[in-house]
């Protein structure tokens, strides 16, 4: 079962991360970065991390990549790239996705390169929510505020880059 | 345009704390809608739409429906075509032809009378304006209804027939 | 495992029974309840040899239509995203039910049943996640349309989307706080607790303000009035699925209606106790089912008996009405309830009042399913009447109130309840 969703989700992510590379709208490049999170989430779910590959979902697919689509569809509007022609990458795209899965799954039996091992015994509440919370509000707490700090600055160097003097909401 | 008495400004009356909350407010409305909705499911039978095919409104006597023409006792038409229901009729939807009656008493008699359906508004000046009342809209028919636009005129025949439903 | 496969495949295929099902019944209510709102009959005109069932062949009717009519599609359309939108919003509404538990565990022949179709411990999260996806379906048709109004209506839904999930994950982290897990079954298990011995523990008790902003949200992703911004036809026609016709619209329309099903279940399963029945555990109901099942098919006699004479009152009056097929209908009803009337009344003879252990377990699940499922019809009802009711906001006022009242709301909320917990459970 953690095989079949280690090749399906890598293939996911592979085949989305390429085409997204290839494809010419920005809108079908931000559908193919969604296929890759969610393979990165099947990926995340393989290694007993259900907690993980939600937010993944939720955070990257789920709220991230929408904001994304919104702000490219208002810029490019609901203008079809007629002019891009029929989309050529998938032709790579598709010879890449069976090479890769070939490759990871003869690599079993090339001596001295096995497949990264899937976790056997795991800890008790190994990647659940409440082991991950112990995590970043205990061991990680600094890091972890102090990456909120980073965000936090970042929102705000963003609206005063962003915004003309007048406009500031403390002016 | 400017209107002379009225406020430029529309002062808008403030809202209390339960308006612009909006659930107390949505609550409110939602027991009127509720209120309809049970009297109407407790009494079916009083609602004010009718079930058409099968009943009917009923209308004054005064309804101005389809055309006929009035018949002699003889059977023929009572029309002399004096032309002056065509001439009135604010559609000009009337077309008489004139032809001369065997009888001196009568003078004209019409040799075709066709009304076309589809131009006429109904407006019954056509009845008014009879001197001898050939023409009248007392049937009460108003499902006219026909697959092709040919049939809405109709002829001196259909119009004398008077036992007709709506069909052309 | 094949004993878990079939187990996992028989509940996946009851969940899509009672959606499917739900999705025409709800189609119905709709067109029947706005219709008795404003002092209308409604659709009652389609019948199936003169059974016009209150207009519920209607959806039938409407079902027929669409799958036999012309797919006209934009010739400038981006043709995969066009094709895909549909299937992709179904799915999502589709795939949302997973982690709703309809009943408790159900024991039977030694063996204990879960009755949910995955038990994650990250149902809640799973939940937002998934109902998150939902936007890509409604954005994608629109701009894949290229039509102004379906891409303002994709717009629209992109917008409302991100703005209102953040109110919803705010309420849900309330209700996370208060019970302290992320499972669903664990979630509405200990929703069946009482507090000071009478009062329900229902999401809404514990958290009444993270109710209200988790309302506001569901019906905002549910793009339902007053939150209508992506179909709003006086603005924009029909918004996202102006392009769309037959069985793609069909599936955009009855996807709508799946949604509007998930909301009333995650209102019901997260706020008014799941498949609890409030003063009625299922020990209760175990212990005293031979008894409850007797008043049960009891009552069930008498009430189809009086719609038997309802019905055959209504034959009598409406005798003469239509001189047609449809004339026999309210007989023939009549007869049906007369005849389930009678069935309930003879199955009194087989001593229900001597219910065995596995029978005892499989009523106290009936009983808990059905009341969830009655819980998840009155929401959906909800859901209705307040679209008949309230006129929808508008655009800026929608934005307004997701980023300006709830979400500060929601912040207030979550912070109260954590101190009102620290305090709480002060060692």
């Given at each position: 079962m953690e095989g079949f969703l280690f090749y399906l989700g890598g293939a996911m992510m592979l085949l989305g991360g390429v085409a997204m590379v290839a494809s010419r709208s920005a809108v079908s490049a931000a559908c193919w970065l969604v296929l890759s999170f969610l393979g990165s989430a099947a990926l995340f779910a393989a290694l007993q991390a259900p907690f993980l590959a939600v937010l993944q979902i939720l955070v990257y697919a789920g709220a991230i990549m929408v904001l994304f689509l919104f702000v490219i569809m208002m810029l490019e509007g609901p203008v079809m790239p007629a002019e891009a022609g029929r989309p050529k990458f998938w032709i790579p795209a598709g010879a890449l996705v069976p090479?890769?899965?070939?490759?990871?799954?003869?690599?079993?039996?090339?001596?001295?390169?096995?497949?990264?091992?899937?976790?056997?015994?795991?800890?008790?509440?190994?990647?659940?929510?409440?082991?991950?919370?112990?995590?970043?509000?205990?061991?990680?707490?600094?890091?972890?505020?102090?990456?909120?700090?980073?965000?936090?600055?970042?929102?705000?160097?963003?609206?005063?880059?962003?915004?003309?003097?007048?406009?500031?909401?403390?002016? | 345009m400017s209107y002379k008495g009225l406020p430029e400004v529309v002062t808008r009356r403030r809202r209390s704390f339960w308006e612009s909350a909006y659930f107390v407010e949505i609550c409110k409305g939602l027991f009127v809608t509720g209120r309809h909705l049970v009297r109407n499911l407790l009494h079916t039978g009083e609602m004010p739409t009718v079930q058409y095919p099968e009943k009917r409104r009923e209308y004054g006597p005064r309804f101005r429906g389809r055309h006929r023409l009035m018949k002699r006792a003889d059977g023929s038409p009572r029309c002399v075509a004096c032309m002056m229901c065509s001439t009135v009729c604010p559609a000009d939807c009337i077309t008489i032809v004139a032809g001369e009656h065997p009888d001196p008493a009568i003078e004209k008699f019409p040799k075709t009378f066709t009304i076309d359906l589809l131009r006429c508004v109904y407006c019954g000046l056509c009845e008014e304006a009879c001197p001898c009342d050939a023409i009248r809209m007392d049937t009460g028919i108003y499902e006219i209804a026909a697959d092709n636009r040919e049939s809405f005129v109709v002829d001196k025949e259909f119009l004398l027939d008077n036992d007709k439903d709506g069909t052309l | 495992?094949?004993?878990?496969?079939?187990?996992?495949?028989?509940?996946?295929?009851?969940?899509?029974?009672?959606?499917?099902?739900?999705?025409?019944?709800?189609?119905?209510?709709?067109?029947?309840?706005?219709?008795?709102?404003?002092?209308?009959?409604?659709?009652?005109?389609?019948?199936?040899?003169?059974?016009?069932?209150?207009?519920?062949?209607?959806?039938?009717?409407?079902?027929?239509?669409?799958?036999?009519?012309?797919?006209?599609?934009?010739?400038?359309?981006?043709?995969?995203?066009?094709?895909?939108?549909?299937?992709?919003?179904?799915?999502?509404?589709?795939?949302?039910?997973?982690?709703?538990?309809?009943?408790?565990?159900?024991?039977?022949?030694?063996?204990?049943?879960?009755?949910?179709?995955?038990?994650?411990?990250?149902?809640?999260?799973?939940?937002?996640?998934v109902s998150s996806l939902a936007t890509y379906g409604v954005a994608l048709g629109g701009w894949a349309s290229n039509s102004k109004y379906t891409f303002l209506g994709a717009l629209r839904s992109a917008a409302s989307m991100i703005s209102y999930e953040i109110t919803m994950g705010l309420a849900l982290m309330g209700l996370f706080l208060v019970f302290g897990t992320f499972r669903l079954t664990e979630l509405v298990h200990q929703q069946g607790d009482l507090i000071w011995g009478w009062l329900p523990r229902w999401g809404i008790v514990v958290q009444p303000v993270g109710f209200l902003l988790f309302i506001a949200a569901v019906y905002a992703e549910t793009n339902r009035t007053p939150f209508d911004m992506t179909e709003r036809d006086s603005e924009i026609v029909a918004g996202y699925h102006t392009e769309y016709s037959s069985l793609k619209f069909a599936l955009f329309f009855m996807a709508e209606y799946a949604h509007m099903v998930i909301g009333a279940a995650l209102i019901a399963a997260l706020y008014f106790?799941?498949?609890?029945?409030?003063?009625?555990?299922?020990?209760?109901?175990?212990?005293?089912?031979?008894?409850?099942?007797?008043?049960?098919?009891?009552?069930?006699?008498?009430?189809?008996?009086?719609?038997?004479?309802?019905?055959?009152?209504?034959?009598?009056?409406?005798?003469?009405?239509?001189?047609?097929?449809?004339?026999?209908?309210?007989?023939?009803?009549?007869?049906v309830a007369l005849v389930i009337g009678l069935a309930l009344l003879?199955?009194?003879?087989?001593?229900?009042?001597?219910?065995?252990?596995?029978?005892?377990?499989?009523?106290?699940?009936?009983?808990?399913?059905?009341?969830?499922?009655?819980?998840?019809?009155?929401?959906?009802?909800?859901?209705?009447?307040?679209?008949w009711t309230v006129p929808s906001f508008r655009y800026d006022q929608v934005m307004r109130l997701g980023w300006q009242i709830l979400l500060p709301v929601g912040l207030v909320n979550l912070v109260v309840t954590a101190l009102w917990l620290a305090a709480a459970h002060r060692p």
């Open positions: 090479a890769a899965i070939i490759l990871v799954a003869t690599a079993r039996w090339v001596p001295g390169a096995g497949l990264p091992g899937f976790p056997g015994d795991l800890p008790p509440g190994f990647g659940q929510p409440v082991r991950v919370a112990q995590l970043l509000l205990g061991e990680y707490l600094l890091a972890f505020e102090l990456i909120s700090i980073v965000l936090v600055v970042a929102i705000i160097g963003a609206l005063a880059l962003g915004s003309n003097e007048r406009t500031l909401p403390w002016k | - | 495992m094949v004993p878990v496969v079939f187990e996992a495949l028989a509940k996946i295929v009851f969940m899509f029974l009672v959606i499917m099902s739900f999705v025409p019944l709800l189609i119905w209510a709709e067109r029947k309840g706005s219709a008795f709102i404003q002092d209308r009959t409604g659709p009652n005109r389609a019948a199936i040899l003169g059974l016009r069932l209150a207009g519920l062949v209607h959806p039938i009717a409407d079902v027929l239509k669409l799958v036999f009519k012309e797919d006209v599609v934009p010739a400038q359309r981006h043709r995969v995203l066009y094709a895909f939108a549909p299937w992709l919003v179904m799915t999502v509404a589709m795939s949302t039910y997973a982690v709703i538990p309809f009943g408790d565990h159900l024991r039977l022949g030694g063996r204990e049943y879960q009755l949910v179709v995955a038990d994650l411990e990250v149902g809640l999260l799973y939940v937002l996640a106790g799941g498949y609890q029945i409030p003063w009625l555990r299922r020990e209760l109901i175990e212990d005293q089912a031979g008894l409850l099942l007797t008043g049960l098919l009891a009552a069930g006699a008498l009430l189809h008996g009086w719609l038997a004479s309802l019905y055959f009152r209504r034959a009598r009056r409406e005798k003469g009405w239509y001189r047609d097929a449809r004339e026999r209908e309210p007989g023939v009803l009549g007869a003879g199955s009194l003879l087989l001593r229900p009042w001597s219910l065995g252990a596995a029978g005892a377990s499989v009523l106290a699940t009936l009983l808990q399913t059905g009341f969830f499922i009655a819980k998840i019809a009155c929401f959906a009802w909800l859901f209705i009447w307040v679209r």
